[in-house]
Structures are given as C-alpha cells and as structure tokens.
C-alpha cells in the first residue's frame, strides 16, 4: 500500500493535488490523508472501474498519474485553506476585492486577473455580511471599533460599519467564531499588502 488514512507525506499532498485535478476532491492539499482524501480516492476508484477501498494502492496510484499532469506549485501549495470557486462576474472587470461566501476566499482581483488571495470568515447569522456589490468608501490603518471596542487593523469599509479587515481572533481560533459583519482576514502580512494596494473606490463584491 502506497498511502492510506492516517499518513502525512509529501506525495500524499500530490495525491491530494492530483484527486483535485480529477474532480473529485474540493479541497487545498494538506498532505494529510484523511476521511476526505479517502472518500476522494474511492469516488476515483470507483470512477475508473477499480476495487473502492479508500486506500492509495499501486494500481490506483499509476491510474491518477496516468490521466493527471504533474502539479504546479500555486496547485500544492494554494494561497487558501478552501477550494476556490469560478469568481462572481461582477468581479471580471476593474479593481475588485472579490469576497466568496462560497469558499471562504477573498480575491483581489484586477481585469480578472487574480492578483492575491487569502482566507475569510463572515458574521454569524445575527450579525450577517451583507451581500452586493459596494465601494471602498473608508481606509483605517489602526482602526478600532466603536461599537465593540475592539480593534480592526488595516480596515478598509465598503458597507456601513462592516470592513475587510485583520483578525487576531481568526488567526488565533480559525472558524471557530464569527465577525459581527465584517470581512476577517488572519493572514496579516497579505492584508497588510492588501491595504497598502486597495485605494478609495475600488469595487467590493460580496456573494454566496
């Protein structure tokens, strides 16, 4: 058996990469084979008329090589946690942060070239993000909110009081929590690049 449930290698994250490719796993490669990567491998098993076991066997290995090319970099190592969707066409002209409820992405996005991306999470069902298309009407380097008293790093408004902007919660404990409406980013380097190349006025598209 090459790889089973349970492993964490390298050529796991390649499987994983190539399971993509194929169709049949719709998430960023980890290089760990769990209950996903196996339901993965035998939905490709079953797929190419091969015993459905789960497990990554020689067999099964040499199929996927055969019908898959060898994965780039970006498609081992992908900016985001989450499989990112075919953006909104709203997002395909202009500057766009491009905003997936879908996936928990967010693109920035020039002409429809995908210029960064990065993982997002949204408000919980009371405090939902709003959805449409809006504006960059706020830029706040060290904002912090006045209704919640808490800070808002490299904020940058398109709706009311709701903001893409860093958070040390999400960094720290993942989807675990929520926002109160806002866009959270836990990756501050890419928003602190972000906030330095989004200007007043650029395109906010928000869907689901």
Known sequence: MLMTVGDETEQVRE???????????D???????GP??????????????LPRTGETDVVTWERL??????????????????????????C???RV??????????????????LAAMDVRFGSQYTPT??????VFLKSRHHVSTLYDTPMPYAMFFSGGQAVHYS????????????????????EAKIAKLFGDVRVGDKVVVYS
């Open 15 to 25: 499987l994983q990469a190539r399971l993509r490719a194929e169709g049949v796993f």
């Open 27 to 33: 998430r960023s490669p980890t290089a760990y084979y």
């Open 36 to 49: 996903v990567t196996a339901d993965a491998v035998s939905a490709f098993q079953e797929d190419r008329g």
């Open 65 to 90: 090589l055969a019908r898959t090319d060898e994965p780039t970099r970006d498609e081992l190592y992908p900016p985001t946690s989450q499989a990112m969707e075919k953006p909104d066409p709203r």
């Open 92 to 94: 395909n002209e202009g």
């Open 97 to 114: 942060l491009c905003v997936s409820k879908r996936s928990d992405t967010l693109r920035w996005m020039k002409d429809g070239e995908v």
């Open 130 to 135: 709003r959805e449409g298309v809006f504006e």
């Open 168 to 187: 040390a919660d999400f960094a720290a404990n993942g989807y675990a929590g929520a926002s109160h409406g806002c866009v959270n980013v836990r990756d």
